[in-house]
């Protein structure tokens, strides 16, 4: 091939326009995937919805079917759901100064005991403070001791005193004694100037005497003063005490411990993270939550329909998916002072007598309430005995029924079909069957046709019959 075809053709090919992609692809691939984008997120909404009537389930009271009947003396008021909680708060540990978390000793779920070592916090500040207060100490002490050292030498400098004024004053009665000696003889018998020199030596006597007793106030004085001061070095003391002590509480609050024996619930604290106080997060400055597995109750949700059968004191038996082979029994400690509008439910406190150790904290537990017992063989009339809360469902909401099985369309609080499996009793009432299980008091049945209804279906209620 030659020089001139191979530059024919690199210009045959230069000359032939490059075609691209027609202009209307790009805002075409960017309204489809706006439409892909909100079909996924509101594509629900734009289905059509299913136009349905409803009734509602209630609650009646009435005699107990013979299949539901207990062997036992007691009648079943009703049955709650609820969760599990420490009796009757769980137990935090914050940090009680600010730090940063050395090293954590516990897990979630371990037992401790009390005085357990749960966490250390970063001390070496803390530390120094306490060294330089309880050298701070020691300086005071040695002040003190080395200022009362002279107390000894004062004492013994004012017995020299106390003596010296002794031997002064006995000097100064025998010189007296000569002057008056000298001065009672004849005229004569001794010159003037011998009475006057003794009468001198007297007098100059007795200037010492008050020499020597001016020395011992002030020695008294000096020692009062030391007495003073050891008093204000002694409040100084107690105050290097005190900052000693406050020191070292800071230096052990820097290794928290557990307040009582427990179980872990939750662990806040990890290595190199920081635990604060006076912080607006209120789990800032905790460690771990503790709860006494011998304590437990259980917070139970009680449908306001059927709360009128509460009372403070009431039996209450217990099972959870947990413990199947194990039934706890439990009191009725204390009713809460508001209901839950969004559940319509009013929440019942139930300690729990025999909580087995395998038991934590929100767990689900089924509960079955019982009259208040009274006095012995005596129970309350809300209800009276023989009677109990009945389940009842409009009978034309219920299809497939074969025995005390049937299946029913359910009104979701969202708006939705949900398809249930029943459990039915013998009981039958103006057009309302009794339901053991499967559906819970206030909630909406779907009445016929059901044709249209698929699990899932959004609803739209025509019409609601109570």
Known sequence: MSLSS????????????????????????LVLGFLIIFGLLFGERLLPKVEVRT??????????????????????????SGWLEPDPYSIQVPALVNGV??????????????????????DDEARLNLQKAERNLDTIRANIAAHCSLVPEINARLVSAKAKVEAEKARLAELKDTANRLKALPEGAASLSETNIAIMQANRQEAFVAEAESEIPR????????????????????????????????????????????????LYAQPGKKRMLDMDDPTSALIVELYQPTQMQARIDVPLNEASGLAVGQEVELTTDLLND??????????????????????????IANPDDRL???????????????????????????????????????FEVSGQQAKAWVATTEATAELRSLTLGNSEKDGFREVRDGLRSGEQLILPPFNKLDEGARLSIISNNF
């Open 6 to 29: 191979l530059v024919s053709t690199e210009t045959q090919t230069q000359s032939k326009p490059v075609r691209g992609l027609p202009g209307w692809v790009l805002p075409a691939g």
């Open 55 to 80: 009734s509602q389930v209630v609650t009646l009271r009435g005699n107990a079917s013979s299949t539901a009947s207990s062997p036992t003396s007691r009648q079943l008021l009703f049955q709650a």
């Open 101 to 122: 978390v050395e090293e954590v000793h516990v897990l979630e779920g371990q037992s401790v005991k009390k005085g357990d070592l749960l966490a250390t916090l970063v």
């Open 219 to 266: 020695l008294e004085a000096e020692l009062a003063t030391i007495d003073f001061q050891r008093i204000a070095m002694g409040n100084g003391f107690s105050e290097a005490e005190s900052a000693r002590d406050l020191a070292q509480l800071a230096f052990d609050r820097h290794r928290i411990t557990a307040p009582t024996a427990g179980r872990v619930l939750e």
């Open 326 to 351: 194990i039934t706890l029994t439990g009191t009725v400690t204390r009713i809460t002072g508001e209901a839950d509008l969004a559940r319509n439910t009013l929440q019942a406190k139930v300690a």
């Open 360 to 398: 934590r904290p929100e767990m689900l537990v089924r509960a079955k309430f019982y009259p208040l017992v009274k006095d012995a063989g005596e129970t309350e009339e809300a209800p009276s005995a023989g009677e109990r809360l009945v389940l009842m469902a409009p009978s034309e909401a219920l």
